[in-house]
């Protein structure tokens, strides 16, 4: 098992370009989760989905969207990159109330 | 003032040495998580706990549910312990969807 992979590990973008990131697990979980991580602040929560075809707004969720059309695939879209969503991403799963399994982290650079 | 609140920040040890970090959070949940972050690293999780102890290896957690207050405690730390600690707790209700509020995090950093 991979558990929850991360694609890609690092990116550069300009303002205004667009990227997908995407999450792919192998635990049949139901529930997914897109987090960002800043320096000084915890973790946060973007969007999440609690199975195929359902996603949500989490905490912050102004300039991303979500679509999870496979059980397995989670992807996060940024369609005009701003400088403040420079961060870490991760992306986590959950077989329901269980403990979330994380991804390695996709470090993201808006120039 | 954030729903999850961690202290230490920052805390430094030598090897050998007990280690507490204490959490403390503000709404009523259904489960509390410990977890840990290597620098550079991912995440994993340590511990899952609704009420009393759990123990893992030389790494303990507690939660006082009445108190709202949870610790993590490292016995006999070694500088492989060095990473950031962060305590995470889910909401109760239906609609929680084990979505989860993080802490800050402490920084934990041990000398040989």
């Known amino acids: 098992n991979a558990g929850v992979t991360q694609t890609p590990k690092f990116r550069v973008l300009k303002t205004g370009q667009s990227m997908t990131l995407l999450c792919a697990q192998d635990m049949n979980h139901e529930y997914m989760y897109w987090y960002r991580q800043d320096p000084g602040m915890g973790l946060r929560l973007i969007h999440y989905s609690v199975g195929e075809g359902t996603t949500a707004k989490g905490e912050v969720p102004d300039g991303y969207n979500v679509s999870r059309l496979k059980k397995q695939n989670f992807l996060l879209g940024l369609e005009s990159a701003a400088p403040s969503q420079t961060s870490v991403y991760f992306c986590a799963s959950t077989a329901r109330e269980n403990i979330q399994y994380f991804g390695a982290g996709t470090r993201l650079s808006v120039l | 003032k954030n729903e999850v609140e961690q202290s230490p920040q920052n805390l430094t040890a030598q090897e050998g040495e007990f280690i507490t970090i204490n959490c403390s959070y503000s709404v009523g949940i259904s489960a509390l998580h410990w977890l840990q972050q290597h620098p550079g690293g991912g995440i994993v999780s340590l511990f899952m706990l609704s009420s009393g102890k759990k123990k893992h290896g030389r790494l303990i957690a507690t939660i006082n549910i009445q108190e709202k207050h949870s610790s993590l405690h490292i016995t006999a730390s070694h500088p492989r312990d060095s990473a950031v600690y962060i305590c995470?707790?889910?909401?109760?209700?239906?609609?929680?969807?084990?979505?989860?509020?993080f802490g800050q995090g402490t920084i934990l950093t041990v000398h040989p």
């Open positions: 995470a707790v889910r909401g109760k209700g239906g609609t929680s969807y084990g979505k989860l509020t």
